[in-house]
C-alpha cells in the first residue's frame, strides 16, 4: 500500500476521518492526489496524522500552506480548517459550495467570528484606514505578508483605539511609522502612543505628545534588550505542552520574553503605571512587570489554544487570580509572551476559543 496515517495503510479515502476527508476538499486536487497515491506503487507515502498529510498536500500541490476558497473569498491553512469542528466544516462547505440561504448565512458568520477567520474583504480594509491616517503609502506597507495583514485589522479594531481621538490615532500612525521597520511594530508604536496620550496628565499639543513619546521610547527600548529570549519547540503542540516546555525554560533560569522590542515597549504602557521614569526608576519598573509575568507563567498553565489562519501560529491563554497572559507560537515554533496584565473587564466579551485539536466526528 503506498499510503499511511498514522502507521495504518489508507486503501481508499474513507479510511480518512470525516472530518480530515472534508477538510481535504477545500485543497484543489486533494482528492485526485489522494486517489493517485493510492493507486501509485512507485513511491510511498506515509504521514504521522491526518493534520500533516492535510498540510504537506496543500504545500506540496501549490508551494502555498493556504489553501484559496474562492467563492468566500477565504485563504486559510487546511490544517487550521480541520480544527473548526465537522459541523461548522460543512457549514463552510455548504456556502463555498454556492448555497447562499439567509439562515446558511447566519452560521457563516458565527462559525468565521468563533473561529476568526478573515476573507478578503477583510484583510484589505485596513488599507483604507490606514489612508485616512495619512499613511498607507508608508514604505513599511510595501511587503506585507498574510500575518502583517492579519495584525493591522486586529489593530484597526483595538477597542482602545476606537474608544480614543481619532486625531491623536492619526498623530500615533504618523510616530509609528517614523519608528516601525515591520508592519507587526507599526502596530506595536501606535499603540504605544496611544496609550501614553489616554494616560491622566498626557500632554494637550500634539508637539509634546510626540515629544513625549519620544523620549518614553528612547527610555524604555534598551530595558527589553535582555527580554527577547524565548523557548522553541518543534510542531503544533497542545496547551499541556506549551505549559511543559515554558516550565522546563523557566526551571533552567531563564525568562520567557517578547518576540520583539517594540512590543514589550507597548505592553508595559498599557499594563503598569509607567509614567515618564527614567534612569533606574524605569529599570525597576520593567523588572518587576517582567518578574509578574514569568510569576504568572510558572504558577499557571495554558488551558486554551486558537490556531491561527495560517495553520501555523497559534494563541495559548492562561490567568491567574486577577492577571492574565496570553502566549503566541509563531511559525518557526518559538514561544513568546504577547500580552501580561490584569483580567479584562466582562463588559465585552471575546468571540470562544477553538481546541487545539480537531474534534471527533
Not at 516550565?247 to 514589550?264: D, H, P, Y
Amino acid at each position: 500500500m503506498s499510503v499511511s496515517v498514522a502507521g495504518r495503510p489508507v486503501q481508499q479515502p474513507g479510511s480518512l476521518s470525516d472530518l480530515g476527508r472534508l477538510a481535504l476538499a477545500f485543497v484543489d486536487g486533494g482528492l485526485e492526489w489522494f486517489a493517485w497515491a493510492m493507486a501509485s506503487t512507485a513511491v510511498r507515502y506515509d504521514f504521522p496524522d491526518e493534520t500533516t498529510l492535510l498540510a504537506q498536500v496543500q504545500l506540496g500541490l501549490h508551494g502555498s500552506p493556504l489553501a484559496l476558497l474562492p467563492v468566500l473569498t477565504l485563504l486559510a491553512s487546511p490544517v487550521k480548517l480541520m480544527s473548526l469542528g465537522l459541523a461548522d466544516l460543512r457549514v463552510l462547505a455548504k456556502a463555498e459550495g454556492g448555497d447562499d440561504n439567509a439562515l446558511l448565512a447566519t452560521q457563516m458568520r458565527r462559525v468565521c467570528t468563533e473561529h476568526q477567520l478573515l476573507n478578503q474583504a477583510e484583510l484589505t480594509a485596513p488599507q483604507a484606514w490606514l489612508g485616512k491616517l495619512g499613511v498607507a503609502s508608508a514604505p513599511v506597507f510595501q511587503a506585507m505578508d498574510f500575518l502583517d495583514r492579519v495584525a493591522l485589522v486586529r489593530l484597526m479594531n483595538d477597542p482602545l483605539l476606537a474608544a480614543g481621538d481619532n486625531a491623536i490615532t492619526t498623530e500615533a500612525a504618523a510616530f509609528a511609522v517614523q519608528q516601525a521597520r515591520t508592519p507587526l511594530e507599526f502596530a506595536d508604536y501606535l499603540g504605544f502612543y496611544q496609550a501614553l496620550a489616554a494616560q491622566p496628565g498626557a500632554p494637550q499639543s500634539p508637539e509634546l505628545r510626540a515629544t513625549q513619546a519620544e523620549d518614553a521610547k528612547n527610555t524604555l527600548l534598551p530595558l527589553f534588550f535582555g527580554a527577547l529570549d524565548c523557548p522553541q519547540v518543534n510542531g503544533l503542540p497542545s496547551p499541556a505542552e506549551v505549559g511543559q516546555a515554558v516550565g522546563a525554560w523557566l526551571s533552567s533560569g531563564k525568562q520567557v520574553g517578547f518576540s520583539r522590542l517594540s512590543e514589550g515597549l507597548m505592553q508595559i504602557v498599557r499594563h503598569t503605571r509607567f509614567q515618564g521614569q527614567t534612569g533606574d526608576a524605569a529599570r525597576r519598573l520593567v523588572d518587576a512587570y517582567l518578574a509578574s509575568a514569568q510569576s504568572l507563567l510558572a504558577a499557571a498553565r495554558p488551558h486554551q489554544a486558537r490556531m491561527g489562519q495560517d495553520g501555523h501560529t497559534c494563541l495559548y491563554r492562561l490567568a491567574s487570580g486577577e492577571q492574565q497572559a496570553e502566549l503566541l507560537l509563531s511559525g518557526n515554533g518559538v514561544i513568546s509572551l504577547r500580552e501580561f496584565g490584569l483580567r479584562s473587564p466582562p463588559a465585552a466579551p471575546r468571540p470562544p476559543l477553538a481546541p487545539l485539536e480537531p474534534e471527533n466526528p
